[in-house]
């Protein structure tokens, strides 16, 4: 069976680890983004792969841009059945240093690249009653933290925007799914790229996962679809806490989160600001925190395989029963 899917940022970080696992999965993958090279790189692993890549160069913000990008996958790979939105340019700095236009540009790419990706797709989806587009969210679109305001804004706007569409989709009777991933702090080069006005390089927030663990959660929601689903333990504690106590997820971001987004020993090791274009090269799916970065966890474990995972807890909770109900028939 022939499954086309198209991602957008595809060619480094989380979107080139995301194109890996699809087509190591069996998916053809059209990779859309702006470096040509990076583009080019992430089709030769689809191919690698054994499986039909195109690339795209184009830059998400342009809509007309998207939408012949989406004309070009259905002519040359067949119907689209996903649709990945992951692309992202950022600006670390306090709000009132962040230049106007550069606060936009994000604004512009971080959430309308993510609207037109959805248009596209819903555009070509909808009138035949099936496909699937995957939102990639974070933490951020549900708890804001400094330095980071044009991108914690997009990523609040992106949720807004898809729980919209949804709606709309159910309204109508639509068999199309529209999907939320929401990401922990990743190791990716997006750290290396940034329009930074820190004095030191900007790092995630602690602890930090390899973008494969954010890749196999997109693959496993594409192919057994589930409207919101979150990804590593940091994920799950930042989004809860935020709803227990706002207050004090307020203060802990000002007492701990200005320092711990920059790291001063990997100052020199920036490969050049990809906010208005993209940064020559192949820069693949990795950052420069490998050492502190984890692989595995037991809740994206749990994401991986939650059919297993459910099956697991109802065989502890038939045995928990049947315990239970031996013991009150040895009381009686």
């Given amino acids: 069976m022939t499954r086309v899917a198209v991602v957008t940022g595809g060619s480094a970080g989380l979107g080139r680890a995301t194109v890996r696992e699809l087509a190591a999965r069996g998916w053809d993958v059209a990779v859309l983004a702006r470096g040509a090279e990076g583009v080019h790189a992430a089709v030769a692993e689809v191919e690698a792969a054994g499986r039909r890549g195109l690339a795209l160069v184009a830059d998400v913000s342009d809509r007309q841009a998207v939408e012949d990008a989406a004309d070009r996958v259905e002519a040359e790979l067949g119907p689209i059945d996903l649709w990945v939105n992951g692309v992202m340019v950022g600006v670390f700095g306090k709000f009132l240093d962040t230049a106007p236009e550069d606060f936009e540009r994000a604004l512009d790419v971080t959430y309308l690249g993510f609207v037109n990706g959805t248009r596209a797709a819903l555009r070509r989806m909808v009138p035949r009653d099936r496909g699937h587009v995957i939102q990639v969210g974070s933490a951020l679109g549900s708890r804001g933290i400094p330095l980071q305001a ?51 390089h900007a790092q995630p927030v602690a602890p930090i996962y390899q973008p494969e663990v954010g890749a196999r959660a997109i693959a496993v929601t594409a192919e057994h679809p589930r409207r919101r689903t979150w990804v590593g333990e940091s994920t799950v504690y930042t989004i809860l806490a935020n709803r227990i106590s706002g207050r004090f997820a307020d203060w802990y971001a000002a007492k701990t989160l200005v320092s711990g987004q920059q790291v001063p020993d990997k100052d020199g090791e920036e490969i050049g600001m990809n906010l208005y274009e993209p940064v020559p090269g192949d820069h693949g799916a990795h950052g420069v925190f490998d050492e502190q970065s984890h692989e595995w966890s037991p809740q994206t474990w749990w ?27 040895r009381r009686r």
């Avoid at 994401?303 to 049947?322: D, S």
């Fill in 303 to 329: 994401v991986e395989n939650r059919r297993l995972g459910n099956g697991i807890l109802g065989a502890a909770l038939g045995v928990a029963g049947l315990a239970v109900a031996a013991a009150a028939g």
């Fill in 150 to 200: 044009a991108y914690c804004g997009a990523k609040h706007a992106i949720v807004g925007f898809t729980e919209s569409v949804v709606s709309e989709l159910i309204e109508q009777g639509s068999r199309v799914q529209v999907s939320r991933v929401d990401m922990p702090a990743l190791n990716t080069i997006q750290f290396g790229w940034v329009k930074s006005t820190l004095p030191h």
